[in-house]
Structures are given as structure tokens and as C-alpha cells.
């Protein structure tokens, strides 16, 4: 799948700008604050109808009233137009001037894997951020997943707003409970084989991607830790309900799982450098693209920020030595271009971002 042209009208710091995109490797060089992220953002935006990091509102240029973005995507010599228009007054996404009503019919006509630097939270940061982190990547190659999710948040809402009713009002009667208990446990159990899916599948091939990119056999692994290990999950939940009242939450379910990143025996998040942190989540989009690649027959879009700070050359070059061989489109952002070997420049294209505008460097520089 590639993104052959792009348009952005008053998204972030840009006002209007078409850029056609190489099948390849494209370099976005420019220095801080020029745009590079917000390019990125863009087509992050573009894929999942949000943004990884900000409100719909904040995407709006300064002083604009909206902001869209336009794009043809490319499949099997298939094209589709795309387009995300951001107002003041809500959202609109769509799909050859058709408009999709449903988030879950939206996501999954533009494929991605990316590392944002938000993603650098995910090994230390909070349980919150990895659950969002894989719930995204689920989200965009399983619709059947989004809408579970999308029931389990709605049962979670029910049951707390319940449980504190039943607190506030010293009502005993468990019947509703009961059966919002029992919906939930089918969601759990729903949503935990899932997650516990994926992890299996990325386990197959992280070590590999791992070692390949930095010549390392350390041992990295995923784990998944389930908020709820016990097999009857609904007599699990109904042994809460105590303490659930006192609290007026549900304190067990899948919004309280969590992953830890395992690397040579014991959690990164204790012992690996930056750089090893760095590399970790690198191998971890290689995998997750090669998992789109075998279930969706299509390789994702590839976007890539910052991603040459802290990480040696020997292993800029095995990542992208990956990116030609597996012929994945890529959108790389750096602040020099002399960080990247020739080799790697004459095979891709490079853009220069200045204060919002992007031009294609000339041949002849
Ligand atoms: N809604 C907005 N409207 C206008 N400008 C914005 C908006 N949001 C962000 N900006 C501006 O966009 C500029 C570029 O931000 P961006 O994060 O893309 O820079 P960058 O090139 O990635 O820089 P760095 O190398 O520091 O990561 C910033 O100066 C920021 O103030
Ligand atoms: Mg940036």
C-alpha cells in the first residue's frame, strides 16, 4: 500500500501543500520546528481519524476554521481517495467523496506502523499508553476488535454509573449488576484472547527483527499481564463487587491489563539504555508490519520520526536495509540529510521542510 499524493489545507502549521510521494524511502529534512512531525502527524491522522497525541482541535491551523487532509492510496494498482476534514463543529471522513459514517468502516483503508517520539514512553510510561498502543494496531487490522472495544468501554460507563447509584443510595438489589457483570466477562474474555494473540504473534519474530537490526541476541520478548488471570471471569468480577462499590469503579477488566517489554531476562523498563529502547521499538514495527503484510496481504505505510538520533550507523543501515528489501513506502523525518549513507539518499526521495512548505530537492541539489 502506498501514498502516492497528499494534500494538507490548514493542518498544523501548513497551509496548503501536495506532495507526491515515492513508492520508496522519502526523507523529510529540516530543522526544529519546521513541520516534520506535523507531516507525519497528518498521515497519522489521515489512517486512524485521530491524533496519537492531541484533541481534533488542536490539528486546526492557528486562527483557521478547519483542516483537512486529502490522499490517494494506492493497492494492487487500486486507488482510493481519502479525506479527513477537521471543523469546529466535528469530523468528517471520506472514501472516494462517499462519506463513512462509522469509525470501524474508516480505519483499515490506509495501513501504518510508526514510531512517533511519544513512543518512547511506551517501555517506562504508564500502563495506559501500552494499552492504547496495541489497541490502535488491533484497532486498524481487526474491525471485530474495535467494536468489542468500543461495547466494553460502553459496559464499563454502565456498571460504574450503576455502582455508584447502588452506593449513593444503599441499594442492595445485585440483578442489574449482575447481568452488566456477566456482559462484561464475555468482552473480557473476548478482548484478553486477542491481545494475547498478538503478543504470540509478535513474539514469533521480534528476537529475529531484533537481532537483525542490532546484531544482538538479548532476548526480547513481550509479555501480556492480564488484569484477570482467573479462568471464570465472571465469578471474578462477582467477588469484587464490594470493593467495587466502595470505589464506584470496576477495578478488574481489560482496561486494566497491561505488556511488559522483557529484554534479557528482566523488564527494559528497568535496565535498557535509550538507545536499546530506541531499538526495541524499531524491531517491534518491523514485526508489526510484517504482521499486516501476512494477514492483510498489503505492507503498511512506514512512518518514521526522528529515528536516526540515538541510534548508531550500523543500525540506521540495517533499518534500512529492511525498508528496501521488504519495498515498504516510508516517510523518514530527520534534521540532516549528511546523518544518511549515499546509498540510501540515491535510492529514495528527499524533501526539504521550511516553515510549513515542503519542496522536492532538485537533482542537482
Ligand atoms: N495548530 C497549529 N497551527 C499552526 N502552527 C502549529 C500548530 N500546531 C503546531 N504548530 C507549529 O508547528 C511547528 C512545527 O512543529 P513540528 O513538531 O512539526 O516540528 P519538527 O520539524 O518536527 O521539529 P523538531 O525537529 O523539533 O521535532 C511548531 O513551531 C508549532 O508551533
Ligand atoms: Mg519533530
Same mark, same amino acid.
Given at each position: 500500500m502506498? $501514498?502516492?499524493?497528499?494534500?494538507l489545507? =490548514?493542518?498544523?502549521?501548513?497551509q496548503?501543500?501536495?506532495?507526491?510521494?515515492g513508492?520508496? @524511502? +522519502?526523507?523529510?529534512?529540516?530543522a526544529?520546528?519546521?513541520?516534520?512531525?506535523?507531516?507525519?502527524?497528518a498521515?497519522?491522522?489521515?489512517?486512524?481519524?485521530?491524533?496519537?497525541?492531541?484533541e481534533?482541535?488542536?490539528l486546526?491551523?492557528? %486562527?483557521?476554521?478547519? /483542516? &483537512?487532509?486529502?490522499?490517494?492510496?494506492v493497492?494492487d494498482?487500486h486507488?482510493?481517495? #481519502?479525506?479527513?476534514i @477537521?471543523?469546529?463543529?466535528?469530523?468528517? /471522513?471520506?472514501?472516494?467523496?462517499?462519506? @463513512?459514517?462509522?469509525?470501524?468502516?474508516?480505519?483499515? %483503508?490506509?495501513?501504518?506502523?510508526s514510531f512517533?517520539?511519544?513512543?518512547? =514512553?511506551?517501555?517506562?510510561?504508564?500502563?495506559?499508553?501500552?494499552?492504547?498502543?496495541?489497541d490502535?494496531?488491533?484497532?486498524?487490522?481487526?474491525?471485530?476488535?474495535?467494536?468489542?472495544?468500543?461495547?466494553y468501554?460502553h459496559? $464499563?460507563?454502565?456498571r460504574?454509573?450503576?455502582?455508584?447509584?447502588?452506593?449513593?443510595? =444503599?441499594?442492595?438489589?445485585?440483578?442489574?449488576?449482575?447481568?452488566?457483570?456477566?456482559?462484561?466477562?464475555?468482552?473480557i474474555?473476548?478482548?484478553?484472547?486477542?491481545?494475547?494473540? #498478538?503478543?504470540?504473534?509478535i513474539?514469533?519474530?521480534? &528476537?529475529?527483527?531484533?537481532?537483525?537490526?542490532?546484531?544482538l541476541?538479548r532476548?526480547?520478548?513481550?509479555e501480556f499481564i492480564?488484569s484477570?488471570a482467573a479462568?471464570?471471569?465472571?465469578?471474578?468480577l462477582?467477588?469484587?463487587? !464490594?470493593?467495587?462499590?466502595?470505589?464506584?469503579?470496576? =477495578?478488574?477488566?481489560?482496561? !486494566?491489563?497491561?505488556?511488559?517489554?522483557?529484554?534479557?531476562?528482566?523488564?527494559? !523498563?528497568?535496565?535498557?539504555?535509550?538507545?536499546?529502547?530506541r531499538?526495541?521499538? @524499531?524491531?517491534? +514495527?518491523?514485526?508489526?508490519s510484517?504482521?499486516v503484510?501476512n494477514? &492483510?496481504?498489503?505492507?503498511?505505510?512506514f512512518?518514521?520520526d526522528?529515528?536516526?538520533?540515538?541510534?548508531?550507523?550500523?543500525?540506521? +543501515?540495517? #533499518?534500512?536495509?529492511?525498508l528496501?528489501?521488504t519495498?515498504?513506502?516510508?516517510?523518514?523525518?530527520?534534521?540532516?540529510?549528511?546523518?544518511?549513507?549515499?546509498?540510501?539518499?540515491?535510492?529514495?526521495?528527499?524533501?526539504?521542510?521550511?516553515?510549513?512548505?515542503?519542496?522536492?530537492?532538485?537533482i +542537482?541539489?
Amino acid at each position: 500500500m502506498i $501514498i502516492d499524493k497528499i494534500t494538507l489545507t =490548514n493542518f498544523r502549521n501548513y497551509q496548503k501543500q501536495t506532495l507526491a510521494l515515492g513508492s520508496g @524511502i +522519502n526523507f523529510i529534512i529540516g530543522a526544529n520546528g519546521e513541520g516534520k512531525t506535523n507531516f507525519l502527524e497528518a498521515i497519522y491522522v489521515l489512517a486512524m481519524a485521530k491524533s496519537y497525541k492531541v484533541e481534533d482541535q488542536d490539528l486546526i491551523k492557528f %486562527n483557521e476554521e478547519f /483542516a &483537512k487532509i486529502q490522499a490517494s492510496i494506492v493497492q494492487d494498482k487500486h486507488k482510493t481517495e #481519502l479525506t479527513l476534514i @477537521i471543523s469546529e463543529i466535528g469530523k468528517r /471522513a471520506l472514501s472516494n467523496d462517499k462519506e @463513512i459514517k462509522r469509525l470501524s468502516d474508516y480505519i483499515g %483503508n490506509l495501513y501504518i506502523v510508526s514510531f512517533l517520539p511519544e513512543d518512547l =514512553n511506551l517501555i517506562k510510561g504508564s500502563p495506559k499508553d501500552r494499552r492504547y498502543y496495541f489497541d490502535v494496531f488491533l484497532g486498524q487490522i481487526d474491525k471485530e476488535y474495535l467494536t468489542d472495544l468500543a461495547d466494553y468501554k460502553h459496559l $464499563i460507563r454502565q456498571r460504574n454509573e450503576l455502582l455508584k447509584k447502588m452506593a449513593d443510595t =444503599n441499594n442492595r438489589d445485585e440483578t442489574l449488576l449482575d447481568v452488566i457483570t456477566e456482559q462484561l466477562a464475555d468482552k473480557i474474555t473476548i478482548i484478553t484472547k486477542r491481545r494475547m494473540a #498478538l503478543i504470540d504473534e509478535i513474539n514469533r519474530g521480534i &528476537k529475529e527483527a531484533f537481532s537483525r537490526l542490532t546484531h544482538l541476541d538479548r532476548g526480547f520478548k513481550l509479555e501480556f499481564i492480564p488484569s484477570i488471570a482467573a479462568l471464570d471471569i465472571a465469578k471474578f468480577l462477582k467477588s469484587k463487587y !464490594r470493593q467495587d462499590l466502595l470505589s464506584g469503579a470496576t =477495578n478488574h477488566g481489560s482496561h !486494566r491489563d497491561d505488556y511488559e517489554f522483557m529484554f534479557g531476562g528482566t523488564p527494559a !523498563r528497568l535496565h535498557a539504555s535509550q538507545g536499546e529502547q530506541r531499538a526495541m521499538l @524499531i524491531a517491534l +514495527n518491523i514485526v508489526l508490519s510484517d504482521i499486516v503484510n501476512n494477514t &492483510k496481504k498489503s505492507r503498511p505505510v512506514f512512518l518514521l520520526d526522528d529515528v536516526f538520533s540515538e541510534l548508531d550507523q550500523a543500525r540506521q +543501515n540495517q #533499518l534500512l536495509e529492511y525498508l528496501l528489501e521488504t519495498n515498504a513506502q516510508t516517510i523518514i523525518t530527520a534534521t540532516a540529510i549528511d546523518d544518511i549513507k549515499e546509498r540510501y539518499r540515491k535510492t529514495g526521495k528527499i524533501f526539504h521542510v521550511r516553515k510549513g512548505y515542503i519542496k522536492e530537492e532538485s537533482i +542537482n541539489g
